[in-house]
């Protein structure tokens, strides 16, 4: 459905490049040739206000259909297209007492929700993370609470309300690296210790929403996208129901933990990077999170035909899910993790990863992806 708004935004056709939830639809990036250039366009279809439009904007009536933006001039995060030219981006960093020349490079991006940006100095690099204005404070506050309980978050020297902090690299062997170096068992038992410190951390705002509370919508997207699996979707979607519960004891949790997140040294969790959506909430859902990214990792990793690197992954997915995966409800939300990276694959056309995943969900869940499959 993106690539269609797309095409009736600009009269040309894109190459899917991402794809990410937001309210209740995604936000889809593109890349699209602009003679000879490749620029980067994102749709956005979640029907969530913006505080200024950046792009354009398509209408049915008075409903919103869409809006689409050149990046980097996303609406929900003003100050990235300062941040993402160097002679503007040392203006902001004038602010917190740093000046000089700088090339600004964006290392990572999440439309709508954050970016964070490496600029290049004679003196060094820095780092600036940018999100919707109002938010930096809360953040702020979460990287203060997580430190004091003994988590190795990033230190935020100085942040302004306009949505732009300065930040501090995280230290250490990247977490996809770490799966290659360290033993699947003691990486995993770092991960745990620095759980617990989240544990300890006084925070008492909610932590993100877990995954499978929007089982529906996966459910049906995927049903939508790809409809000779219809009906494993659907029976996909009801097992999940069935096992997941309420959380009877709500603990503190990073949100959306994963491989990427993560830094190591010494054997030790060294770094823990993107707790904007730390919180209350489901311990589960950390583990469901960082099983799903290792399974998906895996087999991207597979089809690129790193194929060493792929079984490391994989052993590390299935020790992981042998240390965390204690009952129903954990196996759930797994599989609603599975079924999301499953959504992504299908909608760029990788449907024989897109299945290996669902195949995984079913086996946690119980249902038989053959009859399932043929029922759509």
Avoid: N
Avoid at 55 to 79: Q, S
Avoid at 230 to 259: E, S
């Amino acid at each position: 459905m993106e690539a269609r708004l797309l095409e009736e935004a600009l009269g040309r056709t894109g190459r899917l490049i991402s794809r990410d939830p937001f309210g209740s639809g995604v936000i889809a990036g593109f890349e699209v040739d602009d003679d000879g250039t490749q620029l980067t366009y994102f749709v956005d279809t979640s029907g969530e206000s913006v505080p200024e439009e950046t792009g354009l904007v398509l209408r049915v009536g008075d409903e919103l259909r869409a809006r689409v933006w050149l990046h980097p001039a996303d609406p929900r995060l003003p100050t990235l297209p300062v941040a993402a030219f160097g002679e503007s981006a040392a203006r902001l960093l004038e602010r917190f007492g740093i000046t000089g020349t700088f090339q600004s490079e964006i290392v990572a991006y999440r439309p709508g929700k954050r970016a964070v940006l490496r600029l290049r100095g004679a003196d060094g690099d820095h780092f600036l993370k940018i999100v919707p204005p109002g938010a930096t404070e809360h953040i702020a506050q979460l990287h203060a609470a997580l430190a004091k309980a003994g988590v190795p978050v990033p230190r935020i020297p100085r942040w302004a309300p306009q949505g732009c902090m300065l930040i501090e690299q995280a230290q250490g062997l990247a977490g996809p690296k770490a799966a290659l170096e360290l033993a699947p068992d003691a990486l995993l038992a770092a991960v745990d210790v620095a759980r617990v410190g989240f544990e300890r951390a006084e925070i008492t705002g909610a932590a993100r929403p877990a995954l499978a509370s929007r089982i529906d919508w996966y459910a049906a997207r995927l049903a939508r996208s790809w409809p000779a699996r219809a009906g494993l979707a659907m029976a996909l979607r009801d097992a999940v129901h069935q096992r997941r519960r309420d959380v009877t004891l709500p603990v503190v949790v990073h949100g959306d933990l994963h491989l990427g997140q993560l830094f190591f040294a010494d054997g030790a969790v060294s770094g823990l990077i993107d707790v904007d959506t730390a919180g209350v909430g489901d311990r589960d859902e950390d583990s469901a999170a960082f099983i799903g990214h290792a399974r998906t990792s895996a087999l991207l990793t597979e089809d690129a035909g790193r194929s060493e690197a792929a079984v490391a992954l994989h052993v590390l997915a299935d020790v992981a899910g042998d240390r965390w995966l204690d009952g129903p409800h954990s196996r759930a939300l797994t599989a609603a993790h599975l079924m999301a990276h499953a959504l992504s694959s299908a909608e760029q056309g990788a449907h024989p990863r897109a299945d290996r995943m669902l195949d995984e969900a079913s086996a946690l869940v119980g249902v038989a992806p053959a009859s399932a499959a043929a029922a759509g």
